[in-house]
DNA sequence: CTGAAAGCGCTTACAG
DNA sequence: CTGAAAGCGCTTACAG
């Protein structure tokens, strides 16, 4: 069991073919699981690679080869629940599939931005990006991916684009399933917190609100609506107006859930109780929705099967027969998903007070 | 200007060679910024380096050379603000340094997780590898990266080892000043929720906690210090023994926000009002505690300056003169670096109750 | 101060 | 089904 290797270092190609006495060639063939390998040949080298504790290294297989089995996350702030969701599928993903994750942290609005993402995609020459709110969104930031033909999929983008694969979750029908839910609790009165007017996700879960009253016959309530802007701040404000109205709502679905704290902080300094004077619903299923008082019912971003998807597109687009498979056209249409959310249903929603009842 | 190279490709350090009528050597001594150069030689390659908008590919140094670029971040829970912090802290340096990070994300209970640490390490060959809680704790972790001679930094481990370098805050310190500013604000009866037994962290802020009583000549007493577990449930359960005592203590201090976040809803659902009839203090300064009503008096733990360090650990530990700078041994000597906390005072602190000053 | 040669550990393209 | 040769783009060790 002499082998010519160094003690201390770990096996190469070489060692393995040595001792499997095959050519290294037919050892890469066995690792990369191809085919015109005879049965027993496969066994016998798998055997080796095993006894020799065998592991492939990544920077020789990305310098010959074209895949670097690198895949890049590009995000902008990493406290938010979007990314760390994100994050953890994609993580969980790469490894099953034997690729690892490199992490990038850019300011949205850093002048070096293109210099930065260049840096980055030229250096380690990842197999694809996944780009998240609000960088997925920045004209700067696609246009250097595209100057660096990087396979790219943004994760909820604002609009998609023809040229970029995407994967998000369905707003209208989440928003409109929070507001039914409130509707079947009793409520007919239900204010409405809208998030930033630059985003999709914004109109869209305003449609979803607006679909649900519709289809119940609710009337539509222009005071009941409210511009906000996606932030604690606004979910302030915006609840402030809402209280101080005549015709006080009975429920308020503002459109995530930083907005929705917000209001849960104006009602608690106006001493209304949640649920029993105002029920409060959120947007994102944020780690804070569940640690206030009381929890907060939203809605789960499916953000880890989001990039799940997102990395399963981006192998599978390394794969060579990836264009020729469905007859060229077809297969490389840029792929637009959408995967499925979840209501989170917690003691921020009630039954509306009586004496408002209708 | 014609280069030899296809138009689409991307410019290797033979162009830049050629270009510039030097060695490959040369260039990589330039880029490199190894001594040794003659000055408008390096001027001369590097102006053709931008030319070509020249970028090493990273696969190649590491296959050449001793350095991977890459630095690995191993975590458990991706939804952590400590896990965040990190990471922000650790992408800054990397990126100052040339530097990439690689996040992998383990279950701290899988059966098979020295395999996947060692699947990690063998192929990537990062040049060292950060740990964060609960980890950089882990025998089989640790056991695992010892075996593949991956140099290591341990965030917060609970108790540092004599062959890991590690990187702290002052805990013992920032619980000290926060019981002080409960003290100043006047309060007398002040209860203390400790976190789980298992982590060095919970002892030092008990040990904090005690110090400040002391100095001011307060009593120790025992019915005001409860055993939590670092979760919000351990939090409302030792809020509701301290709430139902006869003698309410005007104050809480947790050891950690999720424990602080408990004492807040309990108190909520006993109508109590923060900070009016008791004042609530955490550590840590999770996301969630600025999201609260009141908002939380809390200890911001330096993350992402505790992975700035430890980033610049094991860049440092790279450097060929590392061990010899300071004549072997005592640079050899394994690092164990505190850096500094800051104390953040929101609203969820007040005056003491007048009726139960004393 | 500069360079020619060898080699890192794989994959590619080709041959049998 | 299997393999010999060349090459990916750098760094290392050495020579001048």
Redesign the interface.
Known sequence: MATSRAPGS?ATITDVAALAKVSIKTVSRVMNNEPGVRADTREAVMKVMAELNY??????R??AGAR???IGLLYFD??A?FV??V??GA??RC?EA?Y??????VSDDAKDLDA?V???V????PDGMILTPPLCDNPTVLKALRAA?TPCVLLSPKKDLDDMASVRMDDVHAAEEITRHLIALGHRRIGFIKGAPDQIASTRRHQGYLRALKSHGLPLEKELVQQGAFT?DSGVECAQRLFDSDDRPTAIFASND?MA?GV??EA??RRLAVPGDVSIAGFDDS??SR???PPLTTVRQPTGEMARVAVEMLIAAQRPDANAAEGGEAASRTPHRVVAHEIVVRESTGKPPKARRR
Chains 1, 2 share one sequence.
Do not use: C, I, N
Request: proline fraction near 6%; aromatic fraction near 6%; charge should be positive.
């Open positions: 770990a592991r492939p290294k990544l920077s020789a990305s310098l670097s089995f690198l990493p406290s629940a760390a969701g994050q953890q993580t969980l490894r034997g690892h994750l490199v992490v990038e942290s930065q260049d840096r980055m030229s250096a380690l020459r033909h604690y930083d704290l849960m902080a608690g300094r780690p804070a640690l206030v008082w």
